[in-house]
């Protein structure tokens, strides 16, 4: 409670017609950092009456955060005694701390004026010392397991991230590159990476032959301009015919699309022999459908 604490400094006293104030504070000095509680006691004779004044509108340099009164006490001697505590809050930098001149109203005796009051501004602070520190050290983290995980995640994030994006770029790389192919180069590449993928070895006979066939067909599509791959055999053939393009008709191509179809479509069980025929026979075909291109354009010529 406020008026449990022990006043140390007395700032002002005075009264008139037999009627006495005190103003008393736990400290003379401001101290920015401490509130300052301030006390004031009003005593009046038989016969008068006074109130303490309310402070809220005469303080300078503070903010008032909470007052409490105390209950009147008459003593035998007939005075009445007042007591209210007042808690005020400095406010930084302030130019002045001060109660200003206050009005006491008595009722059956003499009114007066009061205050003001002073405090004493706040220490000078030492100055500090040293050049400006201009490269500070910044503190790091204590190392913890907790610490080394969530870095070496951090890390292995990155790499990550780092790892797909050569990948794609790769891919695009390689996509580019055989964009720009001629047909004939771009059937190489596509059927020396079927060959590497290894799916006879794996029993993927179905698989090897539906990409193998993909690839010549692919081949004549972008020679030709026939849509290879979304026909069936006899359309295609019936297509190539149409369109008056024999040239890519030859009979190596037919026999090897529909010897690749009983694999496919009729459940014939293919064999490794079987795969290295039809591969060489895909070859063969690539190459003599490349050489009679060759010549035509050279006869063309």
């Excluded at 037999?18 to 509680?37: C, H, N, Q």
Aim: charged share 25%; with cysteine; aromatic share 8%.
């Amino acid at each position: 409670m406020l008026g449990s604490l022990v006043m140390a400094a007395a700032l002002w006293s005075g009264g008139a017609g037999g009627v006495e104030l005190k103003v008393d504070s736990d400290t003379a000095r401001i101290d920015p950092g401490r509130s300052v509680f301030l006390t004031l006691t009003l005593r009046t004779p038989k016969g008068a009456s006074a109130e303490p004044p309310d402070l809220r509108p005469r303080v300078r340099g503070f903010s008032l955060a909470e007052d409490f009164a105390d209950e009147p006490v008459t003593g035998k001697d007939g005075y009445t005694t007042k007591v209210v505590n007042w808690k005020l809050v400095p406010e930084p930098c302030a130019d002045v701390y001060k109660v200003a001149p206050f009005a006491v109203t008595v009722v059956g005796g003499e009114s007066f004026v009061a205050g003001p009051v002073y405090f004493e501004p706040p220490a000078d602070r030492p100055s500090a010392e040293g050049g400006i520190e201009i490269d500070p050290k910044k503190d790091l983290p204590p190392l913890s397991w907790r610490l080394v995980a969530w870095c070496a995640a951090a890390v292995a994030g990155a790499l990550l991230v780092l790892a797909l994006a050569v990948v794609l770029v790769r891919y695009v790389a390689r996509r580019v590159r055989e964009h720009l192919m001629s047909p004939i180069e771009r059937a190489w590449v596509e059927l020396d990476r079927l060959i590497k993928k290894g799916l006879p070895g794996r029993g993927r006979y179905k698989d090897f032959y539906v990409e193998l066939t993909m690839v010549v067909r692919r081949y004549v599509q972008r020679k030709y301009g026939i849509r290879a791959p979304h026909l069936t055999t006899e359309e295609f053939f019936r297509e190539l015919a149409e369109s008056g393009k024999g040239a890519a008709a030859s009979s190596g191509l037919r026999e090897f699309l529909e010897s690749a179809d009983l694999v496919k479509f009729a459940g014939v069980e293919a064999t490794p022999d079987m795969a290295d025929a039809a591969t060489d026979s895909a070859r063969t075909y690539l190459k003599s459908d490349d050489s009679a291109g060759a010549a035509g354009t050279e006869a063309r010529r």
